[in-house]
Structures are given as structure tokens and as C-alpha cells.
């Protein structure tokens, strides 16, 4: 079992900067991948980015890409999304989410936060 807390989220002008943490409980934090997805009112979860276990791999989705980096800290059981260059379109609750391997589609997953929301005004 893992617990999943994010942090980090708040309201961001165009063009600013945010980062994302979540803190995941137990000591077999270092096993799981872990992702972010997003979720805009009346849309479905999308996915953000994902990191392997060991931090080795890391992906990304074309939306992102070039602009949000994924992160973790096994010592500290804890993953972050930077996220700059925000957008309007960025604006969303985000949700971090762990599974035993890498994957891109939320269902995938079994272990998710409550999330976090992201506001960027247009």
C-alpha cells in the first residue's frame, strides 16, 4: 500500500512557474513508478508525465514536453512535477499516481492522490 499527498498547486500567471510535490508513505517508495495526470473541468484525466522507479526513465506527454520536468527523491519517498511556461490550457486539479511499472493511461494505476489544483488566468 502506498499514500499518496500532493502539494504545490496554487494560481500562476501565464508564463510563471510552479512545482508540484508528492509525498508518498512506506519504504517501498523506490519500486513504484510514478506520474502525474491532469484533469480540467468536464475533461477527462490526461496524462502529464511518468518517471521509473530507479528516476532512470522519464516521459512525457507532447503538451509538456520541453516545459515540465518529472522528478524524485527515493530518500525522501517524494515525487515532483517543475512545471514552467504555464499556460491557460495547463490550468487543471493534478493527481499523482503510482503503479508497479511504467504506464501512460490512468487506469493503470492503483495508487492515487487527492490532487492538487493549478490555476493559470488568460
Known amino acids: 500500500q502506498v499514500q499518496l499527498v500532493e502539494s504545490g498547486g496554487g494560481l500562476v500567471q501565464a508564463g510563471g512557474s510552479l512545482r508540484l510535490s508528492c509525498a508518498a508513505s512506506?519504504?517501498?517508495?523506490?519500486?513504484?513508478?510514478m506520474a502525474w495526470f491532469r484533469q480540467a473541468p468536464g475533461k477527462e484525466r490526461e496524462f502529464v508525465a511518468a518517471i521509473s522507479g530507479s528516476g532512470s526513465g522519464t516521459y512525457y506527454a507532447d503538451s509538456v514536453k520541453g516545459r515540465f520536468t518529472i522528478s524524485r527523491d527515493n530518500a525522501k519517498n517524494t515525487l515532483y512535477l517543475q512545471m514552467n511556461s504555464l499556460k491557460p490550457e495547463d490550468t487543471a486539479t493534478y493527481y499523482c499516481?503510482?503503479?508497479?511499472?511504467?504506464?501512460?493511461?490512468?487506469?493503470?494505476?492503483?495508487?492515487w492522490g487527492q490532487g492538487t489544483q493549478v490555476t493559470v488566468p488568460s
Open positions: 512506506g519504504r517501498t517508495f523506490s519500486i513504484y513508478a
Open positions: 499516481a503510482g503503479s508497479l511499472s511504467v504506464r501512460t493511461r490512468a487506469r493503470e494505476y492503483s495508487y
